[in-house]
Each structure stands twice: as C-alpha cells, then as structure tokens.
C-alpha cells in the first residue's frame, strides 16, 4: 500500500539521535534550546517553546493568551480535533466556523458573518485559531484586521504549514498571530516521532508557555511569593504540567529541519504534477490563493459526484492506493455534537467533506509510485 503521508529518516538523522543517546542527557538538554533555535531562526519568529506534541502546544497557547471557563475559543470546522479540544482541557467554550469549500479553509465572509452576530449579543472569542489546511496559508493580514476590530487573540494551527508563506513572509513570524504552533507528528513536514512547538514574538508568552510545560515550575526568584531557601530552591507558582520534549526528539526534528527547503521543493513538485496529470478527469484540485505558497502537506481532490466518493475511495485502496480523507468536520463528532453543534450551520465543511479524498504526497514518493496513483485513480473514475 502506497500511504497517503509517510516519515522520510536518513542516516544523519539516526547519527543525530544516536549522539543524544550516547551524551548524558537524553531529555531537557542542550538541544531543544537549540531546535526553537533553529525553528525560530526558520521563520523569522523572535521566541520558540518546544513540547510533547502540537496539541499541547496548542493547549499552553491559549493558557497563556487566558483561555478558561466563562471564554470561548472559534477555530475552523474542517481540521482535526485537537485545534478544538484545547479549548476544552482549558475549560472553556469552542465554537466553529464554517469553510471554503473549494480550499478547505476557514471562510473569511463565514467569520465576519459569526463576528458581527456576536457582538450584538456580547460574545466574542477569547481566541480565533485559524488552520492552515493541507499547508495553504489563511488570509492572515484579514485575520488579524478582523482580531483588531473585534479585540480578540490568534494562535495559527500550522502543523500543516511549516516551510509555507503568505505574501513572501514565513508562516510563524507571527506579524499577524499571537502564536504558531508546528507538529511534528511523523505525517506532517518534518517529523520529531511525536512533538510540537509554539512560536511567539511576545517574551511574555513565551516565558509562561515554557513555566507551563514543565509543571508550573520557575526558579526566577523575581517571580516567587518569598526569598529562596537556597540555590536548590524552586517554586510550582501555578499548575503546569508534563509536555517537555526530549533531546532525543529535538536532535531529530533538528536534523529533519536542515531538508526542510528540499521537503517543500519536493511536495510542490508533486502536486503541481498531480494537478497537471489529473485535469482531464471529474475532479478538482484545491484552490489556490495567489499569495500563498503552500507547504502541500496535503494532497486533496474533490471528485465532481459526491455520490461516487465512498465507492472510489474502497476502489482505490483495494489497488494499494492508501487515500485519507481530510477532515471528518469536526463539529460532527458525537463528542462535540452532544455539545449541540448541528451540522446544518456548516454548509461549506458539509460540502468539502462530503467530496474530498487526499491522495498520497510525501516527499520519498516516487516518481513512478505518483504515476501508479494517477493510473489507478483514472481507471476508477473513468
Ligand atoms: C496533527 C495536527 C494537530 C496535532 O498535532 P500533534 O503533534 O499530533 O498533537 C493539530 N492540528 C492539526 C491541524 C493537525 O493536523
């Protein structure tokens, strides 16, 4: 089976992991400063916090942007999960908004929309965290219009979007967020095995996003309630938590970071083939946004019948094609629909999801594998 997304690991990156293995630290050492470093340094952001996983990268962005109960936090119907339930662990309400079918992306008419019924009756989000589906960058410049007429914050879900820009500019600068958070789950762009990370221009953040992810924790003597008992001294001054990451995963997200150009090049190749090969047939590619360019972590079609997508979706993996489909919205989740969410309000994620099917892309697919994909996809659909 030729997956839809697979980990691309060379020799230097095990050589990278292995020289962790054989130092004295093999967590909280000195290579997840020098991976933010790194990450930092890639996208012209000014402050990085390395964690366990993007979702709890996500968690501490909207602790330290105030996130808790009596708030609510908006992100985009069609995204995994986890954009949503960081809300949740934080006590808070989520809410959803709707999506472009023809991107995937969040609807910027949909938001404006949402935007002014709240402020009618007196509720706008704490947070808006827009999601950089399949790694095209979101209006961001609009966005943040939006965040500064409205008063309210954005953390950028980019675990799609690493190496991806808007108007020339890096996705993570943060000129338009208060926070971006990467993941490096072994699908995504580059890989740690699990892990994420939060990038910020605000020193503030940064620091309290770091104090979280170790329990809470500081040993600044400005921050504590009293004189320290001694140079061991420390003190939890909130509750925090667990999501450090490792040297081990560092070293390899940091050697995975030096191809990162060569990842991108490769994926942009790819779906420009993709597009070429698959004109003639009943599909679409996703729209493209001149302004963007897209870090292609996915590759989505959207077949012209609806009706077709669950028969050449089996067609397809019984010939060794492993498709996906991205994303079931998440607002239609039985843990999110007990909540009261009706897939009615969501029209345009209704109509993406219902069409959409993601074709294999990643960067060690080959020539002739991307060419058994489009051969097999042809005789399905025609
Ligand atoms: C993968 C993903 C996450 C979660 O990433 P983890 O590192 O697995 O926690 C969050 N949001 C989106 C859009 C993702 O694709």
Redesign the pocket.
């Known amino acids: 089976m030729i997956p839809y997304g697979r980990q691309d690991i060379r020799e230097e990156d095990i050589a990278a992991v292995t020289e962790v293995l054989r130092s004295d630290m093999i967590t909280q050492g000195p290579v997840v400063p020098r991976f933010e470093q790194a990450v930092a340094g890639q996208v012209a952001a000014a402050h990085a916090v390395a964690v366990n996983?993007?979702?709890s990268a996500?968690h501490l962005a909207c602790l330290a942007l105030g996130v808790g109960p009596g708030e609510t936090v908006w992100t985009s119907a069609n995204?995994?999960v986890?954009?949503a339930n960081c809300a949740r662990y934080c006590g808070a309400a989520v809410d959803f908004v709707d999506v472009e079918p023809a991107t995937g992306n969040i609807s910027i008419p949909a938001l404006e929309a949402k935007l002014a019924q709240a402020a009618r009756v007196g509720v706008i989000p704490r947070v808006l965290i827009p999601?950089h589906f399949a790694g095209q960058p979101v209006d961001m410049p609009r966005i943040a219009a939006l965040a500064e007429e409205y008063g309210f914050s954005v953390i950028e879900?980019a675990?799609?979007a690493i190496g991806a820009q808007y108007q020339g500019e890096a996705v993570g600068s943060c000129r338009y967020s208060d926070i971006t958070v990467f993941?490096?789950?072994p699908v995504?762009i580059i890989t740690s095995g699990?892990g994420?990370m939060a990038v910020t221009n605000d020193a503030t953040l940064a620091a309290h996003m770091a104090r979280l992810r170790s329990h809470g924790i500081t040993r600044d003597s400005k921050l504590m309630d009293r004189l320290p008992d001694g140079p061991w001294y420390y003190q939890q001054i909130e509750l925090g938590f667990n999501y450090r990451m490792t040297d081990l995963q560092a070293a390899l997200g940091l050697s995975q970071l030096q191809r990162l150009a060569a990842y991108i090049k490769r994926r942009c190749t790819l779906a420009d083939k993709y597009e070429q090969s698959l004109a003639d047939l009943p599909c679409r590619p996703l729209l493209r946004d001149a302004a963007a360019q897209s870090a292609w972590h996915l590759y989505v079609i959207r077949l012209d019948d609806p009706g077709r997508r669950r028969e050449v979706f089996e067609a397809l993996r019984a010939r060794g094609v492993g498709v996906n489909v991205h994303y079931i919205p998440v607002p239609s989740q039985p843990d999110f629909a007990q909540l009261g969410f009706d897939m009615h309000d969501y029209p345009g994620a209704r109509d993406y999801y219902a069409a959409a099917i993601s074709l294999p892309l990643f960067p060690a697919l080959s020539d002739a594998e991307q060419d058994e994909v489009v051969h097999h996809l042809r005789e399905v659909l025609t």
Do not use: N, Q
Request: net charge negative; hydrophobic share 35%.
């Open positions: 996983s993007a979702t996500l995204t995994f986890a954009s999601v879900d675990s799609h993941s490096f789950h995504k699990e994420g």
